[in-house]
């Protein structure tokens, strides 16, 4: 599991599926910065990223820092955003 340095931005959805909240975040250990050798393992490095979680129906919306920053630790799938996410 990476680690989130720093939330950038954070927006509620109301979708048709319920709400949701979106994240871009510098998450650490995200994107590989170098490749195995025989000697070494594949290095990481943090990288900007965009997740999502869903919310339960019963599950109240968040209002403080602190409830978004839960939330963002429960995204289970970062996507690093490259120049052709914009």
């Not at 599950?59 to 429960?74: G, I, R, S, Y």
Request: with cysteine.
């Amino acid at each position: 599991m990476s680690d989130i340095i720093q939330i950038q931005h954070r927006k509620l959805v109301h979708g048709p599926c319920g709400w949701s909240v979106d994240f871009t975040a510098v998450v650490d250990d995200i994107v590989q910065v170098s490749a195995a050798t025989q000697h070494e393992p594949a290095q990481f490095g943090s990288a900007l990223c965009e997740g999502t979680v869903l919310l339960a129906d019963d599950d109240p919306l968040p209002t403080t820092h602190q409830e978004f920053l839960e939330l963002a630790d429960l995204v289970a799938d970062w996507q690093p955003i490259t120049n052709n996410n914009y």
